[in-house]
């Protein structure tokens, strides 16, 4: 019944989404069809506004848009030639969501063993190591990390192809470049929720009994540890789906992510609206996701 209630309040909240996106685009300077030259004559100009709606009243055109939305129809692009904002996302989420899915597997596999790792060596150099990369990762943006990657393993060492999406070997350093980020960020959670879960009650007790050490932290407190780490990832894991367009453009990857910048600096109302709902319905449903593997990583936790 939670879970029901939740998929139902997600309907008014990507109208709101919807609304103040298609507001704000609209509102900006200029529009789609602003260049430095003019249409040949008032006419022209009158009939593409014309063509697209955009002649009239803001509130018009979101109904509009609404009842196209119901059927399943993001649109028509206004600057990409014969292309609907369906193709677009058909051609780019695919691409987008590999990579995401690619760095997202990385920050997990390098940043879980990570943060358990300094909070079982609390308080010695291995810790101390293991928190200062953690902390060294977080800082350092993609925008540095990704020509610094292509410099070194591409240009230097030649290991790997310079840019584009055609094979895994591709898929390697954009991975890396997007996911290097998040590695700090999961390790950083995972210690301290590891910390907390092995100062809990429970834990204690059954330290009293005389377990291990290494049996306590991997049969008692890890699956509390991670409750933190899993609240983080759906946000985490809907960010990286919808792909990151500073790597996308640096390494040339034809993802979702470069359809939105192009769109939002081109005032493609229909593509930049989409794309935002389409961001929003994967944060909405990644959260519900989340709620749920609460109830199996916790017994405790019920939701009425």
């Known amino acids: 019944m939670y879970f ?7 309907i008014p909240l990507l109208l709101v989404i919807s609304a103040l996106a298609f507001l704000l685009v609209h509102l900006a300077p200029g529009g ?31 109904g509009r848009y609404l009842g196209d939305l119901l059927h399943g129809d993001f649109g028509v692009s206004l600057k990409y030639r014969n292309h609907s904002v369906n193709d677009l996302i058909a051609q ?9 899915g690619l760095a997202f597997c990385f920050a997990m596999a390098i940043g879980l063993p990570l943060g358990f790792f300094t909070a079982v060596q609390r308080g010695t150099w291995w810790d101390y190591g293991g928190s200062f990369l953690a902390i060294f990762t977080i800082c350092i943006p993609s925008f540095v990390v990704a020509p610094v990657l292509i410099l070194v393993f591409a240009m230097k060492l030649k ?15 954009p991975s890396v470049a997007l996911g290097l980020f998040f590695v700090g960020k999961v390790a ?18 059954a ?4 377990l291990p050490e290494t049996t306590l932290m991997v049969k008692h407190a890890l699956r509390i540890a991670l409750l933190p780490v899993v609240s983080y990832a759906g946000p985490m894991l809907a960010d990286l789906l919808t792909g990151s367009f500073i790597v996308e453009n640096i390494f040339q990857i034809p993802g979702i992510g470069v359809f939105l910048v192009n769109s939002s600096l081109n005032r493609d109302y229909t593509v930049v609206v989409g794309l935002s709902l ?9 959260n519900l996701a989340v709620d749920f593997a609460y109830t199996l990583l916790d017994p405790r936790v019920k939701y009425e």
């Not at 210690?191 to 834990?203: C, D, H, I, P």
């Not at 330290?207 to 005389?210: E, I, N, V």
């Open 32 to 62: 789609p069809f602003d260049t430095e030259r003019k249409p040949a004559s008032p006419e022209i100009e009158r009939n593409i506004k014309e063509k697209y709606h955009l002649n009239e009243p803001i509130w018009k055109q979101y």
């Open 92 to 100: 780019g989420l695919p691409v987008s969501m590999t990579l995401g």
């Open 207 to 210: 330290r009293a009994k005389g």
């Open 4 to 10: 029901f209630r939740r998929i139902l309040f997600a």
């Open 159 to 173: 290991w790997f192809p310079v840019a584009l999406w055609s094979s895994p070997w591709h898929m390697i350093l």
């Open 278 to 286: 389409l961001y929003a319905m994967l944060l909405i449903g990644l």
């Open 188 to 205: 950083r959670i995972m210690r301290e929720g590891m910390l907390t879960a092995a100062q809990s009650e429970f834990v204690t007790a």
